[in-house]
């Protein structure tokens, strides 16, 4: 059961019983018995042709039950309001998990031309400047033995080599913040901040815009922000005693 949720979720798109029982290797007579049960208690849903199977609402219930208990992310509305508020841009709240960020909240930009987005999207952790925040947390060894090598790349500007991007780390260690610059969608730059909390990886926040909109004066200015921004919820986060 757990192993279609998971599958389910990864793939973000509707899966058929044989293309399940052909991931997880089990025999599809079994796996339909789960899917039934499943099914009956909303854990997950078939389309109008009875064939393909996605997350259903007892899915999203459990995910949104997370978000509300987890002291990070309920504590973060206010201040990620304020950062989009203030820039005008996409922010995000995201969560190292493995070699993966998972995005835990976030505020649209005001513009129409825009990245997409949606909470629970997991991204690979060296192409996204959240990702990068929190691993430059790390020392190189420790980053070497986090992530999965060869890395992927995404995009042209993806940095796969593991100098050039332990040099990145080194680099955002120093000044306390990272950047994707196209790495993750092209002609998309992004700045985050590592709060530095313990959950496992870390959290960071970040904020996004078209290269058009975000030069390199803009990104610094919006670097800024996003390290008050960090500022604020660590203090928020102090003041409860709760890191």
């Known amino acids: 059961m757990l192993e279609v949720l998971e599958l389910l979720g990864a793939e973000g798109a509707r899966l058929s019983l044989a293309e399940l029982a052909g991931t997880m290797a089990v025999p599809k007579s079994s796996l339909h018995a789960i899917l039934r049960t499943m099914e009956a208690r909303h854990w997950v849903d078939l389309d109008p042709s009875g064939t393909r199977y996605s997350l ?10 997370y978000l509300e208990g ?8 206010p201040v990620l309001d304020t950062l989009a508020e203030e820039t005008g841009e996409s922010v995000h709240l995201g969560r190292l998990d493995g070699t993966d960020v998972v995005y835990l909240a976030k505020r649209e930009s005001r513009h129409a031309l825009r990245m997409y987005s949606a909470v629970g999207r997991r991204l690979p952790a060296h192409a996204t400047a959240l990702g990068k925040a929190m691993l430059s947390l790390y020392d190189a060894a420790e ?8 890395l992927e790349r995404l995009t042209p500007d993806t940095v796969t080599d ?3 991007l332990l040099s990145q780390l080194s680099e955002a260690r120093l000044r306390g913040w990272a950047m ?6 092209p002609d998309i730059r992004c700045v985050a901040v ?15 815009a078209p290269k058009s909109r975000m030069d390199d004066a803009r990104a610094a200015e919006i670097a800024l922000a996003v390290t008050e921004a960090a ?3 660590r203090t928020l986060l102090k003041r409860l005693g709760q890191h």
């Open 56 to 65: 259903g609402l007892k899915a999203l219930l459990t995910g949104t039950a």
């Open 70 to 77: 987890d002291d990070v992310a309920s504590l973060a509305g």
């Open 143 to 150: 980053v070497r033995m986090r992530l999965n090598w060869p």
């Open 162 to 164: 593991p100098d050039a």
């Open 180 to 185: 994707d610059d196209g790495e993750n969608s």
């Open 194 to 208: 590592a709060l530095g909390t313990g959950h496992g990886g870390g959290d960071a926040i970040s904020c996004s």
């Open 231 to 233: 500022h604020s919820l």
